[in-house]
């Protein structure tokens, strides 16, 4: 095979695992059952979580609908999270354009958006390119998995360095200025009162998305315990997607032991103890975070609670 063919399989590969390229019947197979474009609510431990049901798309969600612990409960229809949206059919892209929203944030790497495609919106909106380093992951995947070789791809995924390597992307996104710098816009434009709906994502919608997430519901003053469980949600809209994705691996012969992947796949609550627990070294606490790592000010503290917190 040629290079250049070996590595358009590999970037397939990659887009694959990433909720890209495999055949509309492989989403419809790992799409909930719900028509498309229907609110289906998820019950986790007592909040209810709704997503968005799209067929080209798997991990689309409202962030409202959850209890602060000072007895409020975040606005819904204002912010949305979502993994890549380059894949949405006509009519996926009718029910977003029913969302009403104003701001799109995309917070994948140019790599990823070579791969994978640029979003596909409603007529008249475009998406704000905000980049989160992934610590070179992506580009892993693609020489892990286009190798075709067992035997690299254990030496590069397996004993446990799946699971490092998700941990040191998320101690960058604290450690990381530049990182925190894209973190904090987005929480000012969601906290102005001049903007509309807003929806933000990556490419699988559960890591990069998953701490944004987190940090604004925290932000919101929603219980930690109840932000770790939205963040832990992925793992439910994403399983039977996923598992798709690497029986699909397997069945090609890219992947002899695609279990591999897993870790990568998941989210898990080590993964995001490792965030929390770089930013209590750093900042000594969340709120030192919010305040010094992202240089959110009070003012714009507030305008989050006013705007979101009902």
């Not at 030496?155 to 960058?172: F, K």
Request: hydrophobic share 40%; charged share 20%; aromatic share 6%.
């Amino acid at each position: 095979m040629s290079r250049v063919r070996i590595r358009r399989a590999a970037a397939a590969a990659v887009a694959a695992l990433a909720l890209a390229t495999l055949p509309s019947a492989a989403h419809a197979a790992a799409a909930p059952a719900a028509g498309a474009g229907a609110r289906h609510p998820h019950q986790q431990q007592g909040e209810t979580i709704r997503q968005i049901v799209l067929q080209g798309a798997v991990n689309v969600r409202d962030l409202g609908g959850h209890r602060t612990w000072t007895g409020g409960q975040v606005r819904q229809g204002l912010v949305y999270r979502s993994d890549a949206l380059s894949k949405l059919t006509d009519t996926d892209v009718t029910t977003v354009s029913g969302l009403g929203l104003t701001k799109v944030i995309d917070f994948r790497i140019p790599m990823e958006v070579q791969y994978d495609g640029a979003d596909r919106l409603p007529a008249g909106l475009s998406p704000t390119a905000r980049p989160v380093s992934d610590l070179g992951l992506y580009g892993t995947l693609v020489g892990a998995i286009g190798s075709g070789d067992p035997v690299k791809q254990e030496q590069m995924l397996g004993g446990g360095r799946a699971e490092a390597y998700m941990r040191d992307i998320y101690r960058t996104f604290v450690t990381s200025p530049e990182n925190r710098a894209q973190f904090a816009a987005t929480l000012r434009e969601i906290a102005d009162g001049r903007q509309g709906p807003v929806l933000y994502h990556c490419t699988s919608g559960k890591d990069r998305t998953g701490w944004m997430s987190y940090v604004l519901l925290r932000a919101l003053a929603v219980p930690e315990d109840t932000a770790e469980r939205d963040y832990l949600a992925s793992n439910t809209f994403r399983a039977a997607y996923d598992a798709k994705v690497r029986a699909g691996l397997k069945q090609s012969g890219r992947m002899q032991n695609p279990d591999l992947l897993i870790p990568l796949q998941e989210v898990r609550q080590d993964y995001l103890d490792s965030a929390t627990a770089q930013l209590e070294a750093d900042y000594g606490s969340f709120y030192g975070y919010l305040t010094q790592g992202l240089g959110l000010d009070l003012r714009t503290l507030a305008k989050l609670q006013t705007k979101l917190v009902r």
